[in-house]
């Protein structure tokens, strides 16, 4: 298992973004790696176009999710969207995990990303923690959800 954490949050402008720097170390990090190297990849806004008009997204991400391509099982996995959220593009999959303080609406169904207010005594069927666990010969990724209690 291969793991790669990326900073997208420093150079905001309407989305996360990587810079040059991220990407040629990504490109350097792995080139040794064998193609079926299980890779895990962290970082805080989603590395796809989750939604871009709330700046839910990564603008030079392609840049990257294309070197990883050649791997046979790749998972990035990401908060920033306060919900709950899968993306699975070949072999690539993208993982957004539940808030521990509040949800956002869902991407377009409000004005903003913006807290969401929740009916009395609703906050924490909508909080929750994500756990993932990788098991040696496994290609796959285990992944958890357990509501806050």
Request: glycine fraction near 8%.
């Amino acid at each position: 298992m291969h793991f790669i954490a990326l900073v997208n949050t420093l150079h905001l402008e309407e989305l996360g973004h990587l810079g040059s720097d991220q990407i040629d170390f990504v490109r350097k990090d792995i080139v040794g790696l064998s193609s079926d190297t299980p890779i895990a990849v962290f970082s805080h806004i989603p590395l796809f176009a989750m939604y871009p008009k709330w700046g839910w997204g990564t603008d030079d991400a392609v840049k990257v999710l294309s070197m990883l391509r050649r791997f046979s099982s790749v998972t990035c996995l990401n908060g920033h969207v306060h919900q709950l959220f899968t993306k699975t593009e070949g072999n690539i999959i993208c993982h957004s995990a539940a808030p521990t303080c509040y949800p956002f609406p869902k991407p377009g169904q409000g004005p903003a990303p913006i807290p969401q207010v929740l009916p009395a005594g609703r906050l924490k069927d909508a909080l929750g923690i994500r756990t993932v666990n990788y098991r040696q010969g496994s290609h796959a990724l285990a992944v958890k959800d357990e509501k806050l209690t």
